[in-house]
């Protein structure tokens, strides 16, 4: 495989942190910009040096699709850190009054695991934009503090951590910023050294794209937080909807729909409409 030269660096970039003091690695990018391909060779990296590692993602799809794309097992960050063994069973009555069994509330609690990894282990995060360090908390049960991010760097214990993601990405629910990609917010907030890189350049689309001009577009606004002006190019693969839209969608996909024409909607309701009009 040939790396790209900002692929070259991030490879360089993850040699330099794991014989260095730093504790975290931000690897940021967009989609298509080899992020995926970057984490197999980080732990074709730390395989050779037979060093301990656990892949994660924020979500069971995110760590699934992790896994198979790097052939390695992957898991949720809750599995990985919060222990079935340590669940604390709580009843609560809703009102002091009440002491009637059926109208008491059981609440579950999952504590944070013992950590046994050694420790020169590291934790490799992908899908980083998810992970939310705001308290969240259901009305049955709750894990750990109730802020994700805080329990992964207290569960980690100054072992290294890898966030991988897109920072364009919406951010978590209940924060206007994806915290564990956030390197001043981390570097605050958890008193350690934070390496970055940013990947820059999109292998997955040609360079004459509009689409790929159009991302790239509102990427740039997001980046420098400036939403003044919005305007986005029609071409031959981005097409703004109108009334005859539906059209090149049945000029590129003839005679059933195919993987080459998509309609992406904002809501259910509007991909349903569309859904029904293409059927």
Do not use: W
Not at 96 to 113: A, I, M
């Amino acid at each position: 495989m040939h790396f790209t030269s900002s692929q070259q660096n991030a490879i360089a970039a993850f040699n330099s942190f794991l014989e260095g003091d730093n504790q975290v690695f931000i690897l940021k990018g967009a989609a298509g910009t080899g992020k995926t391909t970057l984490i197999s060779e980080f732990l074709k990296i730390l395989n050779s040096k037979q060093q301990e590692y656990a892949l994660m993602a924020p979500t069971g799809r995110a760590a699934y699709i992790i896994g198979s794309k790097t052939g390695k097992q992957a898991s949720t960050i809750h599995r990985g850190i919060y222990s079935l063994s340590n669940l604390k069973q709580t009843i609560q009555n809703k009102e002091e009054n009440k002491k009637e069994e059926d109208e008491n509330e059981h609440y579950l609690r999952f504590e944070l695991k013992k950590n046994e990894n050694s420790p020169n282990a590291v934790y490799i995060v992908d899908e980083s934009s998810m992970v939310s360090d705001s308290f969240s908390e259901n009305e049955a049960f709750s894990f750990g503090s109730g802020c994700l991010l805080s329990d992964l760097f207290e569960f980690a214990h100054e072992r290294k951590i890898v966030f991988v993601g897109d920072y364009a990405q919406l951010p978590p629910v209940g924060m206007n910023f994806s915290p564990a990609l956030d390197k001043e917010y981390i570097e605050k907030k958890f008193c350690c050294k934070v390496s970055e890189i940013i990947l820059r350049e999109v292998m997955r689309q040609s360079a004459g794209s509009v689409m790929l001009s159009n991302a790239s577009k509102i990427r740039d606004s997001i980046e420098n937080k400036s939403f003044i002006e919005f305007k986005l190019e029609n071409g031959e693969d981005s097409v703004s909807e109108n009334i005859d839209l539906l059209n090149p969608y049945y000029q590129i996909s003839p005679n059933k729909p195919g993987v080459k024409s998509a309609i992406i909607a904002y809501s259910n309701k509007q991909a349903l409409d569309y859904n029904l009009a293409i059927r």
